[in-house]
Every structure is written in C-alpha cells, then in structure tokens.
C-alpha cells in the first residue's frame, strides 16, 4: 500500500530529511521512500507532540486559582472530572494516594494519543495511531514502564514472585503462563488502538466523501434534490461525531489499561 504523502510530509522531509537519510545510512536502513526519508506518521508524531508542547508553554502562565480560563477548565477535567473518570480519578481509585507519582506518564501518554487520535479531523491531515508502528511504540513505552515500576517498587526478587502464582507448588505451571500474560499486553494495547483508528479513519474518509459527493450528484439533477442537499453537511456531523467518540475511547482505553497494569505491579499483594 502506497504511503499517503501530505503536506506536512513534505514540509518536514525538505527540513529534516536529508539529516535524517544521513543517520538511516549510518543504521544501514534504507527507508521505503527514499525521496521522503520521514514517514507521514512520524511527521504526525513530531507535529502532534510540537503542538503539545507550544499549547502547554501559552497556557502555563495563564493557569489561575480564581479566575481559570476554558483551556484549564478542559485540561483539569481531564485530570479529574465529576464522573470520576479523569486520570487522578482511575489513579486514586487504583492505587490510593501514591497514584500521583505516576500520574506524569499516564497523563502525557493519554494526552498524546487523544491528540494523535483527533488530528485526523483537521483537514489534509492523518492520525499518526492509523498505522502500527506509532501503536506498538506507545505500547513498548507502557509495557517498560509499568514492569520497572514494579520493580522498583517490590524489587527483583519480589516483583518477579508476582510470576509465579499463589500456590508454590503449582509455580512451575503459573510461570510460562503469566509471563506469556504480561507479553501478551504488548500486543493487545497495540492492536486494539491501530486497528480501530485504522477502520474508524477508513470509514471517516469513504463514508463522509460518499456522502457528500452522492448529494453533489442528485444536486445537478433535479433542483428539489439540489434544495434537499444544502443538508448534507448536518448530516455529515454524524459521521465526525462518531470519528471523535472512537478517538476519545481509544485514548481512554489506552490510558486505564496502563493503570491497571500499573496496579498490578505496584499492588501490595505482591
């Protein structure tokens, strides 16, 4: 399958990508376009995460006690909302109070993704978690992250119990199979982001193009249709807010999976 080029594509390759063929050279790998050495997705990644960056940087000084601003209002709620399903929330509800030192990955890492997710609904531009490399890479992250924290926490030896089941006797059993376990989280965390941004992005495009160019034709031939079609855009709307309910699930998904995993090994039934 051909890669979609766009233009931040192209933007960031004539910036970057003579460096970046350099340092691929040097790896000896040789990038399935040469001629844009940075993939789209990577070029998302590196956009969404400027972004991040530059918004944080404005509303930093903006943040105010008495008087907060709708950005922070939107970022607090993020944090912690009246349903109880912000990040502190599912961090508190898991892990008690010692659930704010983890609250800095767990909340970047889902910040990250919701923005990933979203960005394919600003116009010319993709969702760097349509394509699995971006999924798998969030999901290496995570699976490093939770595993040291348990060792950090419990030690080697005792993080490494966890392992080996209840029952001492039936150890030898338990551990081929929670390990299998454990591994296993790499591959769900990654496949259920990709492939749903994947068909959800799908169906975004071809439905919403459908749609429009089905109304565009009916509109040329008879002018009665062409009065009915003036509303086609609402109806579009249905098509992005279902676009923007699987991107806000997903990075949900994303962000309480972590958290479990973190309960796991941070628990004290370890």
Request: a neutral charge; one cysteine or more.
């Amino acid at each position: 399958m051909p890669e979609h080029i766009i233009w931040v594509t192209v933007w960031m390759n004539r910036l970057l990508g003579k460096p970046a063929a350099a340092l691929l050279a040097a790896l000896h790998i040789q990038p399935s376009n040469t001629r844009y050495p940075i993939p789209t997705y990577v070029c998302m990644e590196i956009l969404v995460f400027v972004s991040c960056i530059v918004f944080f940087l404005w509303l930093r000084p903006r943040i105010s006690v008495e008087k907060p601003g709708i950005a922070q209002q939107c970022m607090e709620g993020l944090l912690e909302n009246s349903m109880d399903v912000g990040a502190r929330d599912l961090l508190t509800e898991s892990l008690g109070h010692q659930g704010d030192r983890y609250l800095p990955m767990v909340g970047s890492i889902g910040m990250f993704i919701l923005v990933c997710n979203l960005s394919s609904l600003i116009p010319s531009l993709d969702a760097p978690t349509a394509a699995i490399s971006v999924p798998l890479g969030c999901a290496i992250v995570v699976f490093v992250y939770y595993n040291w924290s348990g060792v950090r926490r419990h030690g080697p030896l005792g993080y490494g119990k966890h392992f080996l089941g209840p029952v001492w006797w039936l150890s030898w059993l338990m551990l081929p199979i929670e390990l299998l376990s454990n591994a296993a989280r790499l591959l769900s965390l990654t496949v259920r982001l990709w492939v749903n941004m994947l068909v959800s992005d799908l169906l975004y495009i071809l439905f919403l193009g459908m749609f429009i160019g089905v109304f565009q034709f009916l509109g040329h031939k008879s002018p009665v249709v062409g009065y009915l079609s003036g509303m086609g855009p609402l109806f579009t709307i249905i098509f992005i807010v279902l676009h923007i309910f699987v991107a806000i699930l997903q990075a949900f998904v994303f962000t309480i999976l972590p958290i479990i995993y973190l309960s796991g090994a941070v628990g004290e039934e370890h």
